[in-house]
Nanobody, 110 residues
């Protein structure tokens, strides 16, 4: 399984982003994708996950601003972030079991 995260960038506070995680390889084995983020100088932490069936889990700290979706036909999973704040600045990763994407940088700054 290979995972490719994309969609990050520089965003002003209050803005929105959609991050993508494109899966390739043995995609039929993927039953869920977890999303993590690592702020500068801090540890990586889980922000949520989505299953193939669309069931989602969102950690309390970002609930109401972070949403997940997926396109099973495209084997692509999405993280939607609304009302971005500077504390959302981080490298965002998608993962399945031991497989990790390379991460995509999100920087929130005016």
């Amino acid at each position: 399984v290979q995972l490719q995260a994309s969609g990050g960038g520089l965003v002003q506070p209050g803005g929105s982003l959609r991050l993508s995680c494109a899966a390739s390889g043995s995609t039929s084995s993927i039953n869920a994708i977890d999303w993590y983020r690592q702020p500068p100088g801090k540890q990586r932490g889980l922000v949520g996950s989505i299953t193939r069936s669309g069931r989602t889990y969102v950690v309390d700290s970002v609930k109401g601003r972070f949403f997940f979706s997926r396109d099973n036909l495209k084997n692509t999973f999405y993280l939607h972030i609304n009302s971005l704040a500077p504390e959302d600045t981080a490298v965002y990763y998608c993962t399945f079991l031991q497989y990790w994407g390379q991460g995509t940088q999100v920087t929130v700054s005016s």
